[in-house]
């Protein structure tokens, strides 16, 4: 899989558990650049991936302060 396939199947995986109402989120993956990319909203390939996961990760940690992110 490409790094961007990995990078849209990661923010697609967040935003489902999100509204699923997790409170701790696992990410894994053998793509460190799809990982890297995930949380870096600076102009590249999949920067919509990249910004959408950002977004969706900001509102859900300011819900919660007990939130968690394992990545």
Do not use: K, R, Y
């Amino acid at each position: 899989m490409t790094p961007n396939a990995e990078l849209m199947a990661l923010e697609m995986s967040i935003a489902t558990a999100l509204v699923a109402g997790c409170s701790t989120l696992m990410c894994f993956t053998d793509s460190t650049m799809a990982m890297d990319a995930l949380v870096d909203p600076s102009l590249h390939l999949g920067q919509g991936s990249s910004l959408a996961a950002c977004m969706a990760l900001q509102h859900w940690f300011l819900e919660d302060q007990q939130h968690i992110l394992h990545l």
